[in-house]
């Protein structure tokens, strides 16, 4: 069994970071997004083993990873980092007081204390937004938080030592445009946001009461649909109906 197989393996039933977005919704309330996921994970715990899954997204990330993280020690060569897949393990965060919980952090200083999460950028429009000199680094981040800030909630769960996480979008040479010759490290390919845990104490404790609430009903033996109907809490770990 390689590193990958042992990662995924790690990870098989356990709610994750990257996964947080399937668990929130915009009014709060239980969506049938939500009602799949539970699904999903019952899957995975009751057959161990996990269906495939995979997006053209996905797979560009995988590709252009590697160059994002070499981006990154370029541009920020004061900031030393590991990048988890050049270790011969790699890392799946969890925290015990968040049980079946964990994260993955795509790259970390050696004290733990910063992640930094790589997202390729995907899609013209997306390029040419977060690429657009004229569109303000103010709402680039609003977009970033929008789309990705439940798996920043999730990294900072996953690890109490983490104190900031800055997530990189990036912008991948594109070989099939015969124009695009400029280095994958120039600074153009690169914008960088910030995270302070201690801006976002209120809303992890808030995902935190998420996780254990869907970990809850994933672990009951009741119908995903009934999640749907009325109102649900979490006392001793054990699924009470309000």
Request: glycine residues 4%; proline residues 6%; charged residues 25%.
């Amino acid at each position: 069994m390689d590193k990958e197989q042992k990662w995924l393996q790690r990870r098989l039933g356990m709610i994750t970071a990257s996964e947080l977005s399937d668990i929130t919704s915009a009014s709060g309330k239980i969506i049938d997004g939500n009602i799949d996921y539970i699904r999903s994970k019952r899957f995975e715990r009751n057959h161990g083993f996990s269906l495939p899954v995979t997006s053209r997204a996905m797979e560009l990330g995988r590709q252009n990873e590697p160059m994002a993280v070499e981006w990154y020690r370029a541009n920020y060569p004061q900031s030393k980092i590991i990048y988890s897949q050049e270790l011969s393990e790699i890392p799946f965060w969890t925290n015990p007081l968040v049980p079946n919980f964990g994260a993955s952090p795509d790259a970390f200083t050696p004290d733990e204390m910063i992640v930094v999460e790589i997202k390729n950028t995907v899609g013209n429009s997306t390029i040419e937004f977060f690429f657009d000199p004229c569109t303000s680094f103010e709402e680039k981040k609003a977009r970033v938080v929008k789309e990705h800030l439940p798996q920043i909630l999730g990294q900072f769960i996953s690890n109490p030592k983490v104190l900031v996480i800055r997530l990189l979008k990036y912008c991948a040479q594109n070989d099939d445009i015969i124009a695009d010759t400029t280095s994958p490290l120039d600074p153009w390919r690169g914008v960088l946001f910030e995270f302070e845990r201690r801006d976002y104490i209120e809303s992890i404790a808030e995902m935190e009461g998420r996780i254990n609430l869907f970990n809850a009903f994933i672990a009951s033996e009741r119908n995903p649909s009934e999640f749907k109907r009325g109102e649900w809490s979490v006392v001793n770990g054990k699924l009470i109906q309000k």
